[in-house]
Every structure is written in structure tokens, then in C-alpha cells.
């Protein structure tokens, strides 16, 4: 059972233009909801991270949006630039398993020059 | 940060051997964790391994299959035993500066490729 949902499997953005990916989750205890982003070759490096109790969160161009009612959470890149291409893992965790992350399937993003 | 030294970063194996992954970290911590992360795929969580005692294993994981060292607070060892063209992957370790710390940081990860 895969707790945790995302999408699009690819994207495919200009440079300047916004990417937005989308998670959802199913388990309510969650309450710690990271962005990894990977480049070829590396491993996964924090992004940007919310916790339930705000519905956004902005450093500099990436922005997570979360709606607790609506159990999904979204990474918007604004003025998105070829060097943001890599791929996107959603995550999620909670304190009562030691914060253990349960990833989503990832996004593709390759922003075109 | 946490900077993560994992070695071999990639390896062509035999079926039927094994494969000793390490993983070394610049300073001392609580938990370390692996993963695997198959061709386009998510990461998976095999196990989390805690100094001083036996590691934790992820549903669908066995102990026999990837056995885990952890001699201390700054290295770990994951084996893949008995390879099959199946175990084929990115294999990454992990850790986070205390269990008050949510962040985790990972390794470059090991590409495995079993022929």
C-alpha cells in the first residue's frame, strides 16, 4: 500500500515558468512532510519541509503548499531555470516511528532552456 | 550537514555473490538507515541500524538477504547476499544529526548492476 501518492510521473517546464508537483497522503498521523531533490548521480538533499499546523511555506523560489482537510501537499518553483532540473521526492514521516520518511514515487522535472 | 561517505559508488557482480556497501559519516550519530531506490523508482527503507544493536528491518526484508553492521557511530556496512540480476539498484545510506532532527541527509549511493 503506498502511502504516499505523487504526481505527475514527468514534467516538462520552460525556463521562467512555474513547475508544481503534487502529493497526497493517506495516514493522518503524518506530521513532518519534506521535498528531497535528486541529480544523477547523487543522493536526495532536503529542499524544503512543512509541518500540518501552516498551510505554506516560501524559501526563495520553491513554495510548499499543504491543505490538512484535503490530506495533499504541493512544491510549486516558481521562475523555474534549467539548473532545477532533477528529480522530486515527496516525503513524509512522523514522530511515532522516529520520523522514518516514506517517499513518494518521484517527478522528473526538466526545465527547458 | 551531514557529509556521507559511501564506497563503492558502483559495482558489476556476479550472480550468486556478495557485496559488502560502506558507509562512513563525518560525525558521530544515532541512526543510520538504508535504502534502495530501483531504476526510475522511489527510495525503499530496508532498515534503520542503531549502534549496539541489532538492526531494524523493513517489511519484505530479511536480515539473511542484507545483513547489517554498524561497529560504531560514524560507519555502517550493508552486505547483498547472493545476488540475483533483481537485486540491480541504488543503494543509499542515511542518517540524521539526532533523533530530534528531522532532516536527513543521504550518501551519493551505490549503483549496483548484478549480471
Same mark, same amino acid.
Given at each position: ?113 | ?55 531494524? @528491518? ?5 536480515? $539473511? ?12 556496512? !550493508? *552486505? =547483498? ?9 541504488? @543503494? ?5 544529526? $539526532? ?12 549503483? !549496483? *548492476? =548484478?549480471?
Amino acid at each position: 500500500q503506498q502511502q504516499v501518492k505523487q504526481s505527475p510521473q514527468s514534467l516538462i517546464v520552460q525556463k521562467g515558468g512555474i513547475s508544481i508537483i503534487n502529493c497526497a497522503y493517506e495516514n493522518t498521523a503524518f506530521d513532518y512532510f519534506p521535498w528531497y531533490q535528486q541529480f544523477p548521480g547523487k543522493g536526495p538533499a532536503l529542499l524544503i519541509a512543512i509541518r500540518p499546523d501552516v498551510s505554506e511555506k516560501k524559501e526563495g523560489r520553491f513554495t510548499i503548499s499543504f491543505n490538512k482537510s484535503a490530506k495533499q501537499f504541493s512544491l510549486h518553483i516558481m521562475d523555474s531555470q534549467p539548473g532545477d532540473s532533477a528529480t522530486y521526492f515527496c516525503a513524509a514521516s512522523m514522530r511515532g516511528s522516529n520520523y522514518k520518511l516514506t517517499f513518494g514515487k518521484g517527478t522528473l522535472l526538466t526545465v527547458n532552456p | 550537514s551531514a557529509v556521507i561517505s559511501q564506497k563503492p559508488s558502483r559495482d558489476i557482480c556476479q550472480r550468486g555473490t556478495s557485496l559488502t556497501i560502506q558507509c562512513q559519516v563525518d560525525s558521530q550519530v544515532t541512526m543510520m538507515f538504508w535504502y534502495r531506490q530501483q531504476p526510475g523508482q522511489s527510495l525503499t527503507l530496508i532498515a534503520t541500524a542503531n549502534q549496539g544493536s541489532e538492526a531494524t @528491518y523493513e517489511s519484505g526484508f530479511v536480515i $539473511d538477504k542484507f545483513p547489517i553492521s554498524r561497529p560504531n557511530l560514524t560507519f555502517s556496512t !550493508l *552486505t =547483498v547476499s547472493n545476488m540475483s540480476p533483481e537485486d540491480s539498484s541504488i @543503494y543509499l545510506c542515511s542518517t540524521r544529526r $539526532d533523533s530530534m532532527n528531522t532532516e536527513a541527509f543521504f550518501g551519493q549511493g551505490t549503483r !549496483l *548492476t =548484478v549480471v
